[in-house]
């Protein structure tokens, strides 16, 4: 699915340099790479603070942390994501409530937000699932009337833009009281193990989520609230802070090689392809995600895997029927998209370093799949 040695191997004098650099300073924990690429981060995305932690299910749990949550708090957030998402709103006892997405672009629906508001509703928390931005124009709009915190799960679209209808621009991640990234080898802008991060603009938040990363301490050895132990060290931010500057180059590449599949199955019934706008970077593509209708998804997973070419379902199973996340306060029918979903969703392989042949390959054997 992922390219990651051939991307190495274009970046590996300068990465081996600075990872050598790390190992000779011996600051391998809170070094100046950290905090250097911290800074680099924020000027990149235009955010006031980047606060640096172990992983982007950290970032999730810390932000919601950071914004006072409390157990029994409502947060709402989509049907149709990684675990992750979902798993910390559990762990920090506050209630999820899970909703249905957009059939178009599969991010949280907008309509279904507003049907699940009740007095106990603190916090949203969209997805910009497979590097496309939510809608968050309007889920600003929803979440100013009712008083609610909005919280990006950011780790699948570093460096993608959100247009408001006037034309104007912001970074995902930048756009909500707080957000969440993943460093993660495979997302976009992925180290070389786990790492993750804050984002945000509010001072006093920046500075409550300093402390909780650091075992709550703000003062050393002055314990004022209960936090954590997540850092994000010294080497993965020499990696991170080389790769940052080819983020763009790397996001474009996933945007031209979505335009090529997208061309190659221009024709096909059956494909329904993901929506490119013309000069529109809301879209980093850290998935390609094709719907297939009138054929058994499954089966045509098996035939590429045959084939040679890897590919995944994300994600198979929605998450208000997970074991850990059913509830008896969710109706079927208020699922029909994601339900749907689950079963037509195929994701091809899609990196920085996809040449035409590959491409070629992959979309011809889907289509003789489709076809016969
Ligand atoms: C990857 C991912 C996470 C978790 O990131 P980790 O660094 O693996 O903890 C959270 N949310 C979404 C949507 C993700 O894709």
Redesign the pocket.
Known sequence: MVDLQSQYAKIQNTVDARISEVLKSATFINGPEVHNFQKELENYLGVKHVIPCA??????QIAMMGLGLQPGDEVITADF??A??VEVIALLHLTPVLVDVDPIDFNISIDAIKKAITPKTKAIVP?H?FGKTANMEAIMEIAAEHNLFVIE?N??AIGANYTYKDGSKKKAGTIGHAA?T???PS?NLGCYG???AIFTNDDDLAHKIRGIVNHGMYVRYHHDVVGVNSRLDSIQAAVLSTKLTHLDLYNKARQEAAKKYNAAFANEKNIITPVICDNCDCHVF?QYTLKVLNVDRDQLAAFLNENGIPCGVYYPIPLHSQKAYADERYNESDFTVTNQLVKEVISLPMHTELDDEQIAFITSKVIEFINR
């Open positions: 992983n982007g299910t950290d970032a999730l994501t990684f992750a998402t997805v699932l799960d780790a699948q969440s993943s460093f993660f997302k786990d790492g993750g850290h």
